[in-house]
């Protein structure tokens, strides 16, 4: 069956043809590794996850590459404010390196949790400065440059077109409009390739241009380029990507090859926290581990992740991820109960399913209706084993881990049962506070725990 999407290119929605009929090739643009994601980049990535299982549901193999952005980017996506990564080693009073590897590492825990199939190449930036190297000696040889006493720009202005994905007119951009380290940019939209390195900078590389830093827009051209050639298939981001980031990185491959590199852009839009924007003064900033404190166990968040298509923006309440935390309860025990039944399908009902949920993830990865056949199938009174291995099937797209649920289950996991242990030892001590405490603790995960003559029972 054919699939759909929206390519913010052509804006509209797109049959969609591979380059190659074997192996889809994609880029993502990834995490800035200066802080703990919160569930809003978070469901940038579940995203990303969606649009991979359904590729493979097609058949497809993936060439899929995400970067990690370890080198400093400025606050801004327009070259303006403090670089990040720096930001973030004053404020932790540690090497920027340090910094990114504790955050990447972090990143990796929570996309791990919520069951986010990796892309099958991760580069950091950091690993790749000779690449990027090579890539501005080209945009500068093809002649898309010049260059002031400190920084290598791009010229914006030797292109048919800049701002081809937001069909912008370059006049409205204010991109670059305020950097102070700037004292010869000839065009508002240009931007910075290539830095020297004030004596201060921490992160710093020897290069035909004295010891520099490479401007953020960099990273993505020359590592897609380095995986993936001069033309792949779909690059995907955040919307806020659109205006600045990837017109810059079009911008660098019309330099480097004269090509657009991508045939599909994708974008997932934002999510608001009670309708507003996520922000730690607002102290509505959430990160995964907030949730798990709470009692949600991430795949509650690709739940509700799933009552919204991502290409509109989604609204987190805690309301909201009360009922996600139903329904996947529900998923679980409508797949128990269909494992443990008898009753007899017709091929004709199982096609249907089968085609409708194929027509919902093929039309632009719609999985609110995707889900409306799943609940179709929970409550289909038939129980039968076929409906469970259907839902099985269709987890390979949902990503809930329908299987591994059902030889988990009711099995109590050793983190809670340390957390029990603890709390016996305080009582056996007379230690009421802690043993309170604890018993919270429990509870906040998401079990509960009650005092018997052998010692404690717990449920979920
Ligand atoms: P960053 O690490 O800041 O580069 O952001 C990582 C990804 O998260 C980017 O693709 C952003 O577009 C995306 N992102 C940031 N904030 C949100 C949000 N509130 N909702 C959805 N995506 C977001
Ligand atoms: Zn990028």
């Not at 579940?46 to 590459?65: A, Q, S, T």
């Not at 931007?191 to 710093?204: R, T």
């Not at 957390?419 to 056996?428: C, D, F, G, T, V």
Request: aromatic letters at 12%; proline letters at 3%; glycine letters at 6%.
């Amino acid at each position: 069956m054919d699939i759909y999407f929206y390519n913010t290119l052509t804006r509209k929605k797109e049959k969609f043809e591979p380059i190659n009929k074997e192996e889809v090739r994609l880029y993502s643009c990834g995490p800035t590794v200066y802080y703990y994601a919160h569930i809003g980049n978070l469901r940038a990535y579940l995203f990303m996850d969606n649009l991979r299982r359904v590729l493979k549901y097609n058949g497809y193999k993936l060439k899929h590459v995400m970067n990690i952005t370890d080198v400093g980017h400025l606050v801004s996506d327009a070259d303006e404010g403090e670089d990040k990564m720096m930001k973030a080693a004053r404020r932790e009073n540690k090497d920027p390196f340090e910094i990114a590897n504790f955050y990447l590492d972090a990143f990796l825990k929570d996309i791990d949790k919520l069951n986010i199939d990796r892309p099958e190449i991760i580069a950091r930036a950091t690993e790749h400065i000779d690449v990027m190297e090579e890539y501005v000696k080209k945009i500068i040889e093809n002649g898309y440059t010049y260059e002031t006493e400190d920084t290598i720009y791009f010229d914006t202005s030797k292109l048919d077109k800049y701002g081809v994905l937001s069909n912008k007119n370059v006049e409205d951009q204010k991109a670059g409009a305020r950097v102070e380290f700037d004292n010869g940019k000839k065009n508002i939209s240009d931007f910075a390739l290539w830095i020297k390195a004030p004596e201060n900078h921490i992160m710093k590389w020897d290069s035909f241009f004295g010891k520099c830093y490479p401007g953020w827009h960099l990273e993505c051209s020359a590592m897609s380029y380095k995986y993936l050639g001069d033309l792949f298939d779909i690059h995907t981001g955040g919307m806020d990507h659109i205006p600045i980031h990837h017109e810059n990185e079009i911008a660098q491959s019309k330099g480097f090859s004269g090509h657009i590199p991508a045939n599909y852009w994708m974008h997932v839009d934002f999510l608001t926290v009670d309708g507003g924007k996520m922000a730690k003064s607002l102290n509505n900033l959430y990160t995964l581990e907030d949730l798990e404190q709470r009692g949600y166990e991430p795949q509650v968040y690709r739940m509700f992740n799933f009552t919204s298509n991502y290409r509109t923006p989604i609204n987190f309440t805690f309301e909201a991820m009360d009922s996600a935390k139903i329904a996947l309860n529900r998923l679980r025990e409508g797949y128990l109960a269909h494992l443990e039944g008898t009753a007899n399908i017709d091929e004709e009902q199982i096609n249907e399913y089968e085609q409708k949920f194929l027509e919902a993830i093929n039309d632009n990865l719609n999985m609110p209706v995707a889900m409306s056949v799943i609940w179709d199938i929970v409550k289909n009174p038939n129980k039968s084993k076929t409906l469970a291995n259907l839902l099985l099937k269709f987890d390979e797209v949902l990503g809930f881990n329908l299987k591994n649920h059902e030889k988990q289950e009711n099995i109590i996991p050793q983190e809670i049962i340390d957390l029990a242990e603890k709390r016996k030892q305080a009582r056996e001590n007379k230690n009421w506070n802690e043993s309170d405490r604890i018993r919270d603790e429990i509870i906040s995960k998401g079990f509960q725990i009650k005092d018997t003559a052998q010692g404690y029972e717990i449920t979920q």
